[in-house]
């Protein structure tokens, strides 16, 4: 089953602290997560960033919520229990906890600054996503959206440049990528053998421990599998057990299933996961606006 959205989870996380007691953050989310039969797959499944799962950030927000509305509160660090408001809601026997419910709280109201007039375009666009996601999740789904959009970009201008073009930035991707050394010494190994693109020799690492041929294709056609093996045949010719193979475009799958099965280590790299790896090192892209979302530092506030 698909992760509910945070508002499912208001209702249960007040039903795990009813009876009065202190309870901690990891009791709430196992406890849910088994009335929920949710499997490890769906647990370990992450927000667009990778960094935080997405079962413990809807349910944190539904505790952030529930607090927010006075219905509970976190008496020491990690422990969450229910209030007399709370204790009265449940009494009620609510079917469900959803934003609408919560809004009958003042507390709450100032919170989601409900109250102020100012009812802009983006504000008003933005709360059919807020019945479903959580703040966190509508910032990264944004910010995903913006990369996406940026690696298109990136490769349309990749694919417009010239043959000369692409090997430098090849070279400059993977020494940004700690390969090859200094720039100089990569580009001395690789783009001086090749056809119509890039096939060379590159360091493994700047002791030169070890070699990786490197191939790359500027290309709008799919890459088979008699491409990948003419490139892994050179690896012995060069005395090297490991290659990179770069495309614009993509691979087969057959492409894909042949280097799974050779003893050499072969790793191949299509338009769409180059153009990821520029933006994450920063090749031919540049910051335009940076923001960094903050949370409590609860190590701090420890006496």
């Not at 799962?53 to 927010?68: D, I, P």
């Not at 600054?113 to 008003?124: G, V």
């Not at 996601?133 to 789904?141: A, D, F, M, S």
């Not at 959009?149 to 090849?170: C, G, I, W, Y």
Request: a negative charge; hydrophobic letters at 35%; aromatic letters at 8%.
């Amino acid at each position: 089953m698909a992760i509910p959205d945070y508002q499912t989870f208001l209702l249960p996380v007040l039903l795990a602290v009813k009876d009065g007691k202190e309870h901690s953050v990891q009791e709430i989310y196992s406890q849910i997560a088994s009335s929920f039969h949710l499997s490890e797959e769906e647990l370990n499944q992450k927000l667009p960033s990778g960094v935080q799962s997405t079962y413990h950030n809807r349910v944190g927000w539904a505790k952030t919520y529930l607090k927010k509305a006075g219905l509970v509160n976190t008496p020491s660090r990690g422990k969450v229990k229910i209030t007399e408001r709370g204790l009265a809601v449940l009494s009620q026997n609510p079917q469900r906890i959803d934003q609408n419910f919560l809004k009958q709280f003042p507390e709450f109201l100032d919170f989601k600054d409900f109250r102020t007039d100012n009812h802009s375009p983006l504000k008003e666009e933005s709360g059919t996503a807020e019945s479903t996601l959580t703040p966190q999740e509508i910032l990264e789904n944004s910010y995903q959206d913006v990369r996406n959009k940026l690696a298109h970009e990136l490769l349309s201008q990749v694919m417009n440049s010239s043959p000369e073009f692409f090997e430098r930035l090849v070279v400059d991707l993977l020494v940004s990528m700690g390969y090859g050394g200094s720039r100089s010494e990569a580009g001395e190994r690789v783009g001086k053998t090749g056809d119509d693109g890039i096939d060379g020799i590159i360091k493994e690492d700047k002791l030169g421990l070890d070699t990786v041929c490197i191939q790359a294709k500027r290309w709008q056609n799919t890459v088979g599998r008699p491409e990948i093996q003419a490139f892994v045949g050179s690896l012995a010719g060069n005395r090297a057990r490991k290659g990179v193979f770069i495309t614009t475009s993509r691979f087969s799958r057959e492409a894909q299933e042949y280097v799974q099965r050779i003893e050499q280590k072969v790793v191949l790299i299509d338009g769409e996961t180059l153009a990821e790896l520029m933006i994450d090192h920063n090749v031919g892209v540049s910051d335009e606006s940076r923001y960094i979302v903050k949370k409590i530092d609860m190590d701090y506030f420890e006496e």
